[in-house]
């Protein structure tokens, strides 16, 4: 697939003033650019940035459009990674006519780059274009599990036409389906209904309320872990830490958890992409949610240096492994420990209808989980799973 005819590459030189030298060890210096001449060769790039200036079915942040040269002006003022890693930036896609041919040519670029095993980031934008992003797995016909860092749930009704915020019923309601999972990180409950928390739960999906995770931040670690699509809204940081958001809330993550987070999602050797939506420049102060999203997407390439490729399971020697008795159970349960890196899984067994065989599925965990098992109580990471995967 070529990929010149859909972008327009990025000017770096509108960035930095005209015969100021550059440093070196800046990012500007070390990621590659796209140019009009030359189709990029993607055999030695491990992530890609795809600015993708839609936001027709925004809702009531449509400048969000913006956002993506706004974010590359803080970004690449900031310096490299300690490890050598390979980032591209292939520019802005070209938008299509409608908001649904935007969908269909960037699903098919994610699909591409995926296939040629980069990591595609999403600088958007508005939040339906995870839709797109959701859609580039279907096509590659491959199961996804997708966490959503959000204030709100954004589910939408599916009679009604697609928003920023009513997107996520289109891609539950898709058929043939590739959803297994989808989690919410951060939500506030003053911002959802009560049905729609109640259908989440319906669902077995799983939901974290902001002020829970606050309390430990490194029960996001497992969560993240799981996914191969993690979408972030910057409405899920508080307003006082970003305010380049319309519908931003004075509630939410600090700017250092959202980091925190966002390295956590690089760590993770399943995540295969990754967007950042609903910046709007225009109510940005003092390019504070620029430069803050700057170090959102440093911190996500920092963590993909640091990925162990602990998750294969291929060789058991290198797990811990503990069966644990517990009550109103099958009969225990299963957890391995990584020797490498100390985190956790948890075995949940389920039947495959299409092979007609008990399989076994190795869901993340954390340390809680594992003792909150050997209290005798079933971890609800466990339970959701079970039955999700059983129903």
């Given at each position: 697939?070529?990929?010149?005819?859909?972008?327009?590459?990025?000017?770096?030189?509108?960035?930095?003033?005209?015969?100021?030298?550059?440093?070196?060890?800046?990012?500007?210096?070390?990621?590659?650019?796209?140019?009009?001449?030359?189709?990029?060769?993607?055999?030695?790039?491990?992530?890609?940035?795809?600015?993708?200036?839609?936001?027709?079915?925004?809702?009531?942040?449509?400048?969000?459009?913006?956002?993506?040269?706004?974010?590359?002006?803080?970004?690449?003022?900031?310096?490299?990674?300690?490890?050598?890693?390979?980032?591209?930036?292939?520019?802005?896609l070209i938008l299509g006519k409608t908001v649904e041919d935007t969908y269909a040519i960037l699903a098919d670029i994610i699909a591409y780059l995926l296939e040629q095993k980069v990591i595609p980031v999403i600088l958007g934008g508005s939040n339906d274009l995870a839709i797109a992003n959701y859609q580039a797995y279907k096509k590659l016909e491959k199961i996804v599990n997708i966490v959503s860092i959000d204030s709100r749930f954004d589910l939408g009704n599916e009679k009604e036409p697609i928003t920023s915020e009513g997107y996520?019923?289109?891609?539950?309601?898709?058929?043939?389906?590739?959803?297994?999972?989808?989690?919410?990180?951060?939500?506030?409950?003053?911002?959802?209904?009560?049905?729609?928390?109640?259908?989440?739960?319906?669902?077995?999906?799983?939901?974290?309320?902001?002020?829970?995770?606050?309390?430990?931040?490194?029960?996001?670690?497992?969560?993240?872990?799981?996914?191969?699509?993690?979408?972030?809204?910057?409405?899920?940081?508080?307003?006082?830490?970003?305010?380049?958001?319309?519908?931003?809330?004075?509630?939410?993550?600090?700017?250092?958890?959202?980091?925190?987070?966002?390295?956590?999602?690089?760590?993770?050797?399943?995540?295969?992409?990754?967007?950042?939506?609903?910046?709007?420049?225009?109510?940005?102060?003092?390019?504070?949610?620029?430069?803050?999203?700057?170090?959102?997407?440093?911190?996500?390439?920092?963590?993909?240096?640091?990925?162990?490729?602990?998750?294969?399971?291929?060789?058991?020697?290198?797990?811990?492994?503990?069966?644990?008795?517990?009550?109103?159970?099958?009969?225990?349960?299963?957890?391995?420990?990584?020797?490498?890196?100390?985190?956790?899984?948890?075995?949940?067994?389920?039947?495959?209808?299409?092979?007609?065989?008990?399989?076994?599925?190795?869901?993340?965990?954390?340390?809680?989980?594992?003792?909150?098992?050997?209290?005798?109580?079933?971890?609800?990471?466990?339970?959701?799973?079970?039955?999700?995967?059983?129903?």
């Amino acid at each position: 697939m070529e990929l010149l005819p859909f972008f327009e590459p990025v000017d770096v030189n509108l960035y930095f003033p005209e015969g100021k030298s550059v440093n070196p060890h800046l990012l500007v210096s070390s990621v590659w650019f796209s140019s009009k001449e030359n189709e990029p060769e993607l055999s030695n790039i491990d992530i890609a940035i795809l600015g993708v200036p839609e936001a027709r079915y925004s809702t009531n942040n449509e400048d969000s459009k913006s956002a993506p040269d706004e974010i590359r002006k803080k970004f690449y003022q900031l310096f490299s990674w300690k490890k050598d890693v390979s980032v591209l930036d292939l520019g802005n896609l070209i938008l299509g006519k409608t908001v649904e041919d935007t969908y269909a040519i960037l699903a098919d670029i994610i699909a591409y780059l995926l296939e040629q095993k980069v990591i595609p980031v999403i600088l958007g934008g508005s939040n339906d274009l995870a839709i797109a992003n959701y859609q580039a797995y279907k096509k590659l016909e491959k199961i996804v599990n997708i966490v959503s860092i959000d204030s709100r749930f954004d589910l939408g009704n599916e009679k009604e036409p697609i928003t920023s915020e009513g997107y996520l019923n289109k891609i539950v309601l898709q058929q043939p389906n590739y959803l297994l999972n989808y989690s919410n990180i951060g939500y506030q409950t003053y911002l959802n209904s009560r049905e729609d928390i109640e259908l989440m739960n319906q669902l077995f999906f799983e939901t974290y309320r902001v002020g829970v995770l606050r309390k430990d931040i490194e029960e996001v670690e497992p969560i993240v872990r799981n996914a191969e699509m993690v979408t972030l809204d910057i409405s899920a940081v508080r307003q006082s830490d970003a305010p380049g958001n319309a519908n931003a809330s004075v509630n939410g993550f600090y700017g250092e958890e959202i980091c925190h987070i966002s390295l956590f999602a690089g760590m993770s050797d399943k995540l295969s992409s990754f967007g950042i939506y609903e910046y709007n420049p225009l109510l940005d102060y003092n390019t504070q949610t620029s430069q803050l999203i700057a170090q959102i997407l440093w911190y996500f390439i920092e963590g993909f240096t640091n990925r162990q490729k602990d998750i294969l399971f291929k060789e058991q020697e290198q797990y811990l492994r503990h069966a644990v008795p517990v009550s109103n159970t099958l009969s225990e349960l299963i957890f391995y420990q990584s020797k490498k890196t100390g985190r956790w899984w948890i075995e949940v067994p389920f039947f495959h209808l299409k092979t007609q065989q008990d399989k076994k599925y190795f869901l993340p965990c954390s340390q809680n989980d594992f003792d909150t098992a050997c209290k005798d109580i079933v971890p609800e990471r466990w339970w959701r799973t079970y039955h999700k995967l059983n129903r």
